[in-house]
């Protein structure tokens, strides 16, 4: 996971697909997430816990923890849909 980090120690904000890196660059990114990735699995086995159980529930936990706001609600819902809303109560 160290090698990972090392990869984005310096490179600050990065935009999606890495559209500035070199191929051989993105190349390795893939090689230490893969590591990560291989690592995580192991270690859930190891531990008996069931990651994909476990990153589930841990997407619904977040979910209600930060809930989304009205603008980054669904997109294929209306802007008069939002207006006809009832507003959160603030209790």
Not at 38 to 63: F, I, P, Q, T, W
Request: hydrophobic residues 35%; aromatic residues 6%.
């Amino acid at each position: 996971m160290g090698e990972l980090s090392e990869i984005f120690q310096w490179k600050g904000e990065v935009p999606k697909g890495l559209p500035d890196w070199k191929e051989e660059e993105k190349v390795h990114v893939g090689e230490e997430l893969s590591d990560v990735l291989l690592y995580l699995v192991r270690l859930s086995d190891m531990c008996g816990v069931d990651l994909g159980k476990a990153a589930l529930r841990k997407v619904e936990l977040n979910a209600i923890k930060y809930p989304k706001k009205v603008s980054e609600k669904d997109p294929s819902s209306t802007t008069k849909d939002h207006a006809n809303s009832e507003p959160a109560s603030s209790s």
